[in-house]
């Protein structure tokens, strides 16, 4: 959020509004140093989550255990130890692939915005118009709390669809090896899934995950565009 906040605002020094692309390029932009970072949890997670207990060879029920993966720390270093640095970063082609998320979520919510304003400025003289398109980093001043909620919604649900099926074959990509089928590529993963699962297969879990991500995106838009109407407005001049 505060690296598409910090580009949004460098490309924005000549024009009153960002164009699509340039929304596109200041999400992407964030979306990879956060895929930078935070790959390595996420194929910690994954494998403490498939982390099942074995079967005993004796018994249809599984035989207690210990877990492979017991904290992040340790998980991170035996991950490393085992599969070397390449394993920390498996499925981050996918990764970087599903950067379109943040940026279609972005693009979506910004143009949101755009389009509210142009449906306003009916109503505005010329002269509250030019002051308007003047200061556009401070839009925030024209939307409410319910509109600043149903545009995060709705970006959200719009980048969602789009690119769900990504997450699931970045999932497939991180599970353990041993776990089950190996999902070395990309294309690979994207093909058996589609083979044995048919399209339906990429959508697993879409219902629960909206359900999950969905009032936390709303929380943090509008907590994010408040806290930041509130430094504008005591920012002393430079």
């Not at 690296?3 to 999400?27: C, E, I, W």
């Not at 904290?71 to 498996?90: A, H, P, T």
């Not at 118009?129 to 980093?137: G, I, N, R, S, V």
Request: hydrophobic fraction near 40%.
């Amino acid at each position: 959020m505060a690296t598409f906040s910090h580009k949004r605002q460098a490309d924005n020094a000549g024009t009153s509004f960002l164009s699509p692309g340039q929304h596109l390029v200041a999400g992407s932009l964030a979306g990879v140093m956060t895929q930078v970072v935070a790959n390595p949890v996420w194929v910690l997670k994954v494998r403490m989550c498939t982390d099942v207990p074995t079967t005993s060879p004796t018994s249809a029920l599984p035989s207690p255990s210990t877990p492979k993966y017991t904290g992040v720390l340790s998980g991170l270093l035996k991950i490393s130890r085992e599969e070397g640095f390449r394993g920390l970063y498996k499925g981050f082609a996918a990764g970087v692939i599903g950067v379109s998320h943040g940026a279609l979520q972005f693009m979506a919510y910004e143009e949101m915005k755009k389009y509210l304003v142009a449906l306003r400025s009916r109503s505005f003289s010329p002269d509250d118009l030019a002051f308007l398109k003047q200061q556009e980093p401070n839009l925030v001043y024209y939307f409410s709390t319910a509109e600043f909620l149903a545009m995060s919604a709705s970006s959200k649900l719009f980048a969602s669809v789009v690119t769900y099926p990504y997450q699931v074959v970045r999932t497939r990509m991180m599970q353990d090896q041993g776990a089950g089928i190996a999902y070395n590529k990309l294309g690979t993963t994207f093909t058996h899934i589609y083979r044995t699962e048919g399209l339906q297969g990429f959508y697993k879990g879409l219902g629960p995950n909206i359900v999950r991500v969905l009032p936390g995106t709303m929380i943090t838009f509008l907590v994010y565009e408040n806290v930041s109407k509130y430094f504008r407005d005591h920012s002393s001049p430079c």
